[in-house]
């Protein structure tokens, strides 16, 4: 895949500039502000672009905020966010619109490269890579009447491998339950959450994304 990479660390930069020419991808550009970022993508499109939340000047979110311009100018590019902060505000808005190529990792959980590099082809590919931590913290109960509170264990168990990007199948095999199992948990999800097939939008987003936290 052709990459591009926005990470202000020159050790991790070149570190994974170096691991993903070691797999076979090229890495089009590895820069270290978000401004940079944009440029290279509009310049070149990849197929994937790896972003970290805070960087220059302020520290703060500017990764993020590039990862959602990215998404607007360039829906056709991939989208992974490797960081270690979960920033809910412009997560939920980057998860909110469409999880196809989208994907938010957390760098202290990454445990193996291999993890990092299958939810990189992922991500490249149109699917979807959520560290479960990630996907806790944004469904997190707040001050409001809890959604998902009608929901059974299993379900909750099924929701958040839903939420991870894994397929029925990955989640049978995760589960350890049939995948006709896992089909029936999904509409009883949808039934619960009164999500209808209507409106051209896709349930299992919307299962995933309806109510998280603000």
Do not use: C
Not at 61 to 68: I, S
Request: hydrophobic letters at 45%; proline letters at 3%.
């Amino acid at each position: 895949m052709r990459v591009i990479l926005a990470e202000d660390s020159t050790l991790l930069r070149e570190g994974l500039v170096r691991l993903l020419a070691e797999e076979g991808h090229e890495v089009v550009a590895a820069t270290a502000d978000a401004d940079a970022l944009l440029a290279a993508v509009d310049a070149d499109p990849p197929d994937v672009t790896v972003v970290d939340v805070r960087m220059p000047p302020t520290h703060t979110d500017e990764g993020l905020r590039a990862a959602l311009e990215i998404r607007r100018r360039h829906p056709g590019v991939g989208v992974l966010v490797l960081s270690q902060y979960v920033e809910k505000r412009y997560a939920t808005e980057l998860l909110s619109s469409d999880t196809q190529g989208v994907g938010y990792l957390l760098k202290d959980r990454v445990a193996q490269v291999q993890e990092f590099l299958d939810a990189l082809e992922r991500v490249g590919a149109g699917g979807a890579a959520f560290d479960p931590e990630v996907v806790r913290q944004l469904l997190a109960r707040t001050t409001h009447v809890d959604p998902l509170s009608h929901l059974t264990a299993r379900e909750r168990d099924v929701l958040s491998h839903m939420a991870q990007g894994h397929t029925n199948a990955s989640i049978a095999a995760q589960l350890y339950i049939s995948q006709s199992a896992v089909e029936k948990h999904i509409n009883a999800i949808f039934d619960k959450l009164r999500l209808s097939g209507d409106g051209g939008y896709s349930r299992r987003v919307l299962a995933v994304l309806r109510y998280l936290g603000s």
